[in-house]
Nanobody, 120 residues
Framework: VQLQASGGGLVQAGGALRLSCAASGSILSIVNMGWYRQAPGKQRELVATINSRGNTNYADSAKGRFTISRDNAKNTSYLQMNALKPEDTAVYYC???????????????WGQGTQVTVSS
């Protein structure tokens, strides 16, 4: 199982980016999907999560600006980020809680990270 994150880049403050995270491999189901970020010198922090029913959870810093969604047919999650601020600059990582085919266990998988830089 692999997660491939994409969509990062350089944007001016107030701009928008859409991140994607595609899971591939021997996947039976994906329970939860989420996005996290890590700024230089800081710990990795939760940005947003979405479960298999579409219920979402956001960090306070993301509420009202970011929207997480998923396409179950494509095993992909998305993070639409609007009204970006310089403090949103970080490496963004996707995570998925996945049940592999032939097993009953769930395991967490992480994408490789995608850099988001917001200039002032």
């Amino acid at each position: 199982v692999q997660l491939q994150a994409s969509g990062g880049g350089l944007v001016q403050a107030g701009g928008a980016l859409r991140l994607s995270c595609a899971a591939s491999g021997s996947i039976l189901s994906i329970v939860n999907m989420g996005w996290y970020r890590q700024a230089p010198g800081k710990q990795r922090e939760l940005v947003a999560t979405i479960n298999s029913r579409g219920n979402t959870n956001y960090a306070d810093s993301a509420k009202g600006r970011f929207t997480i969604s998923r396409d179950n047919a494509k095993n992909t999650s998305y993070l639409q980020m609007n009204a970006l601020k310089p403090e949103d600059t970080a490496v963004y990582y996707c995570k998925a809680n996945i049940v592999r085919r032939g097993t009953l266990n769930t395991n967490d998988y992480w994408g490789q990270g995608t850099q988001v830089t917001v200039s002032s």
